[in-house]
């Protein structure tokens, strides 16, 4: 998830989460609806899922390196969006007191809990500063592969910070992500369309989104368990953190050169970036509740396989065999781990007498 995989995803979790008892409400007070409108159901959320997620990596890639656009600031652009969400966030809270939001609660800025969460906040500039550069170096249609890492460092991670270990059947599915990522590095400078520069941002996006997953757990309790609030502290601390990093790279001397600050439809493009990539997390939240996290991991896998071909297809990109193999293979890597830590997870729920140790295993 490009910013869907970063804290702003964590909306799924926010007080919007009491849906799900309208949704069991709606269907007459404990009554399972039937099942052609519970399919419908799913398929309309997963649709808007699908729909949100690729619309804000193709609307990213144009507000990052279009020739049209010709804005070279990508700290401002991930600012802008962080600041929208953080907007966001308030501006729906002020409505805490109306029926369409009366599960919002109200937000407020309290100085001590920001500096808890500032740790995590610098984590998740990274993470979102690294997604973004990625994808202005790297193509769309390579920035799944470019970001694929980001499975392979939980498991690292889990084991280093953790002290968990890993079945076999889950790093064979590692090995095989991991095999995908160098295949397609190798293809993509085979093709003369390889970017160091990209890799890289693309391998430390992958590390700081497993990073991100730990200091979210570690700072949860600052914020009373509320993804509602840690997302709005988290977007303040960035809008803040990153004007002294716009002014060291020279991106405000940029933007008072740029020749479309006075655009309407600029700011447009950047409003409805912000727009989106706030979206994700609702609608990522929506997906997790009318499937499950297995679910919603098996379609984001197929989400990113889509936007692979729509990218080819869209740049009129001809590709070899080889590089679609790599898409494949980090396709399938990714699809068998989650695959394998659902089974893992169901076993450990299933067996009373499992070791703690492997049940925490299992959570990764």
């Known amino acids: 998830m ?12 926010m007080a919007l989460g009491g849906a799900a008892d309208a949704a069991a409400a709606e269907d007459g007070g404990g009554r399972r609806a039937p099942f052609v409108l519970r399919a419908l159901r799913i398929a309309l959320v997963v649709g808007l899922y699908w729909f949100v997620s690729i619309t804000m990596v193709f609307l990213n890639k144009y507000l990052l390196d279009s020739p049209s656009l010709r804005l070279d600031a990508p700290l401002f652009v991930t600012f802008f969006q962080c600041a929208v969400t953080a907007a966001l966030c308030f501006g729906l809270s002020l409505g805490a007191a109306c029926g369409p939001c009366a599960a919002l609660p ?56 953790l002290k968990q270990t890993t079945s076999l059947y889950a790093l064979l599915a590692c090995g095989s992500i991991i095999g995908g990522f160098w295949l397609g590095v190798d293809q993509e400078g085979a093709e003369g ?28 309790p600052v914020v009373d368990g509320s993804i509602w609030h840690l997302t709005f502290y988290n977007n303040m601390n960035a809008c803040v953190l990153f004007l002294p990093l716009m002014m060291i790279t020279g991106e405000f001397h940029t933007l008072y050169h740029f020749d479309k ?10 409003t409805l970036g912000g727009v989106f990539g706030f979206a994700i997390g609702y609608v990522t939240g929506l997906q997790i509740k009318f499937t499950s996290p297995l679910t919603h991991n098996v379609s984001g896998t197929a989400k990113a396989c889509a936007q692979t071909v729509l990218a080819v297809v869209y740049f009129e990109e001809t590709k070899s ?16 781990y989650t695959w394998v830590k659902g089974l893992e997870m169901r076993k450990a729920q299933e067996d009373p007498n499992l070791k703690s140790s492997e049940k925490n295993e299992t959570g990764v």
């Not at 969460?117 to 790297?138: A, D, E």
């Not at 600050?261 to 950047?270: K, T």
């Open 321 to 336: 065999l080889l590089w679609w193999t790599s898409n494949l293979m980090v396709l399938g890597g990714s699809f068998a």
């Open 261 to 270: 600050l006075g655009s309407p439809s600029f700011w447009g493009m950047m």
């Open 106 to 161: 109200a937000l407020r800025l309290d100085p001590k809990v920001s500096r808890s969460v500032l740790p995590l906040s610098v984590v998740f500039i990274g993470m979102v500063t690294s997604n973004n550069l990625c994808l202005k170096h790297v193509g769309v249609a390579f920035y799944n592969v470019g970001r694929s890492l980001t499975t392979v460092f939980n498991v690292l991670l889990s084991y280093l910070l």
């Open 2 to 13: 490009s910013r869907s995989q970063l804290t702003r995803t964590g909306i799924l979790r």
């Open 193 to 220: 369309t390889l970017s160091w520069t990209g890799i890289i941002f693309g391998i430390l996006a992958s590390l700081c989104v497993s990073l991100n997953a730990i200091y979210t757990k570690k700072v949860l």
